[in-house]
């Protein structure tokens, strides 16, 4: 039965909010390539943390420590994405979503361009490591607004039945873009080692500059989703708010949920992502060169988890999807540890496609269907954005760095790591069973009781909508 609802979008019966198919094309072109080049810039940096960084500006440090204090650099930029996250999402509630995405792409590309040309810390000192946690907080900050809006755009411009799907193409630009910085990493890894550190590693950064011209480029011609517009006209009319403290004061609730479902896939980010390459490189288990490439070779598998988790997720519904997923981490956890420890090819690939590309894409891909469906228009960029980004610091800003402390403690071993991924797995697990799945709901119908904070509540009998069971 459909209720009319007071003063909502869903008021205009028989109003569509999907965009037509050309412009859903250009959306979703954009919001791959715009979070592939955002990702190519930052998954770049986690790779060279682990295997560059602490030659060339830690250099002067034990190797052990060289390495954990690179990796604490990397920390500092998923310290600065939940903070990106809000100053980003609060303007793009307020201003748009395309208006933000320029300006990220512009600020990260930016960013990795000034690293491709730092000076080293023989050349001058203490100042090379600064200016390189400064341009990694911005590259945080710019991610941190990144990833909500380039998902927005494909979320509010598609219909429902496909909206899962058209949602995780800003999650498909990752590996994508890791797949893209990693080989042209490797490639340059190839060069005789003193020539790869003087300037191999400086390729991949200075190459930033072209993607980000490409990716603004396709942004340009993208439009703001109808949805949006019609809110933003609305609210206009009313008293202005701050997007961000209606989302702290009325939609406490959905937030948790969006941060702890979301902490597994930012953990096989982490681990699987950027330590694990580490651990392979540092403890000799296989050349440099064949890490990385393994690595995007398993970006690929990604990929294609993604795709049929998120086409699984428009079936199924997103939270039995993202259950199963991480039911999957927990069980996949210790496997995965003792394939990485075994030291060859074969077993290497094997953790990277099983706790990387499996695990990340069912714990993830559906997710930001997920995330967008637990907020009203008015506020979902903001949502969304700090609920991923504060995931994103906590699943996988510090992995790396307790991973290396743990394998320490462990005299060698990997069962600390282990234990610590089916925990964070469990955490997330935990916070879905707790939520309900919106994903039977039409775009306007996520507004209306939404607006009073009962997102995590799932569908009333306002939704005219049939949700997906669960």
């Keep these: 039965m459909t209720t009319k609802q007071n003063a909502s979008p ?20 954009s919001s791959f390539l715009g979070t592939a080049v955002e990702y190519y810039d930052f998954i770049l940096y986690a790779t ?46 307020k201003l748009g979503r395309k208006t933000i995405l320029m300006a990220t792409v512009v600020m990260m590309g930016v960013a990795s361009t000034l690293m491709g040309l730092l000076p080293t810390t023989a050349q001058v000192g203490v100042w090379a490591p600064i200016l390189l946690v400064s341009l990694r ?26 909206r899962g799907f058209a949602s995780a193409f800003a999650y498909m630009g990752a590996p994508a873009g890791t797949i893209v910085g990693t080989l042209i990493l490797s490639a340059m890894s190839t060069l005789p080692k003193e020539e790869f550190l ?38 206009q009319k009313k008293q202005s708010k701050v997007p961000v403290a209606v989302l702290f004061r009325e939609h406490r609730k959905p937030l ?7 902490l597994s896939g930012q953990m096989a980010q982490g681990l699987m992502g950027a330590w694990a390459i580490s651990f392979a490189v540092q403890q000799a288990i296989l050349a440099q060169t064949e890490v990385l490439n393994l690595k995007a070779f398993g970006g690929v598998f990604t990929i294609l988890a993604i795709i049929t988790a998120s086409k699984l997720s428009d079936r199924l519904g997103r939270r039995k999807v993202l259950i199963w997923g991480n039911i999957g981490a927990i069980i996949l956890a210790f496997p995965v540890m003792a394939l990485l420890d075994m030291g060859n090819t ?13 695990v990340q894409g069912f714990t993830a891909g559906p997710y930001g269907a997920f995330a967008g469906e637990l907020f009203p228009t008015n506020v979902r960029y903001s949502g969304t954005s700090i609920g991923y980004q504060l995931a994103s610091t906590l699943g996988a800003g510090f992995t790396p760095m307790i991973a290396t402390a743990l394998v ?58 049939v949700p997906v069971k669960s």
Excluded at 76 to 87: D, F, T
Excluded at 141 to 161: D, I, P, R
């Design 137 to 162: 907080i911005f590259q945080g900050l710019a991610v941190g607004g990144e990833w909500g809006g380039a998902m927005l755009l494909a979320f509010e411009s598609s219909k429902k039945e496909s």
């Design 256 to 262: 948790l949920i969006a941060v702890m479902s979301g």
């Design 198 to 235: 003087s300037w191999g590693w400086r390729v991949p950064f200075l190459f930033s500059a072209v993607l980000m011209m490409l990716a603004v480029f396709i942004r340009m011609k993208v439009t703001e989703s109808k949805i949006f517009n019609e809110v933003s006209e609305s609210a």
């Design 408 to 465: 320490i403690a462990g005299g060698g071993k990997l069962w600390l790591v282990a234990a610590m991924w089916m925990a964070f797995s469990a955490m997330s697990l935990g916070a879905l069973v707790f939520a309900k799945d919106r994903s039977g709901s039409d775009i306007q119908n996520l507004d209306g009781d939404l607006g009073s904070g009962n997102a995590a509540q799932g569908p009333t009998q306002k939704h005219a909508a």
């Design 48 to 93: 060279a943390a682990g295997i560059v960084f602490n030659q060339v500006f830690f250099a002067g440090l034990d190797p052990n420590l060289a390495i954990f204090v690179s990796f604490g650099t990397l920390a500092v930029g998923y310290i600065a994405r939940p903070l990106g996250g809000l100053i980003f999402g609060n303007l793009g509630d």
């Design 10 to 29: 869903g008021d205009a019966v028989g109003k569509t909010y999907h965009a037509s198919p050309k412009d859903m094309r250009r959306i979703l072109l």
């Design 346 to 358: 074969v077993a290497f690939l094997l953790a990277i496609v099983l706790g990387l590309s499996i």
